[in-house]
Structures are given as C-alpha cells and as structure tokens.
Nanobody, 123 residues
Framework: QVQLVASGGGMVQAGGSLRLSCLPS????????MGWLRQNPGKDREFVAA????????DYADSVRGRFTISRDGAKSTVDLQMNSLKPEDTAVYYC????????????????WGKGTLVTVYL
C-alpha cells in the first residue's frame, strides 16, 4: 500500500501561515488524486483540498478557498498545502490522503492515508 508521510504542522498565531508537505512512497494503479482532510475531536474528518495526480485540477472546501493552496512539487515528489491567513477554526489534525476519483467533487480520501500532522492556531 502507498505510505504517506505528512509534515509541517505546528503552532501559529491567527493570521499566520504554515506549509504542509506530503511525500508519497508510491502510487497505486488506481490512484488518480491526492488531497488533505482534517479532523478535530468530536468531529468527522472534513475535506480541505484535493488535486489530480497530474496537477491540472484542484478543489477546495469553501471554508479555506482563497486562503489555502494545494500543489504538486515534481522535483520533490510531494503534495503541498500552503495555508495562509490561518484562523482558530483551522485547528485540526491534517491528513494526507489519496483517492481513485478523477472528479474532485467525489474526493473522499479514504483509499490511503498516513499519520496526521497537528495544526494549532491560537489568538
């Protein structure tokens, strides 16, 4: 199975920025997209952003649109999430995930995932 290693979480004051990075160990034959989910205690995992494997299309949750940018770094073979203008409600454990869908509106990110990285935004 694909192993996903996420990094870049930390503590930041509201209004600040963090950059998360995910390094896949490989690609399953049916993996067509990658993305980020997040979860706070007592809540279900929430979609954050997704990108097609070829990097040509992206999608974002309404709550992060305009503030977060998902991208692929071909040289590093990573999928990154640049998070700007962070808000306390962005506090969560962020998970790097994969999916077999090419329609990012149907991205569930449950095919493969790794250990999440904690993002804490304080006032």
């Amino acid at each position: 199975q694909v192993q996903l290693v996420a990094s870049g979480g930390g503590m930041v004051q509201a209004g600040g920025s963090l950059r998360l990075s995910c390094l896949p160990s490989g690609r399953n034959f049916d993996t067509e997209s990658m993305g980020w989910l997040r979860q706070n205690p007592g809540k279900d995992r929430e979609f954050v952003a997704a990108i097609t494997w070829n990097g040509q299309r992206t999608d974002y949750a309404d709550s992060v649109r305009g503030r977060f940018t998902i991208s692929r770094d071909g040289a590093k073979s990573t999928v990154d999430l640049q998070m700007n203008s962070l808000k306390p409600e962005d506090t969560a454990v962020y998970y790097c995930t994969t999916d077999s869908t090419t329609d990012l509106k149907n991205f569930y990110g449950m095919d493969s995932w790794g250990k999440g990285t904690l993002v804490t935004v304080y006032l």
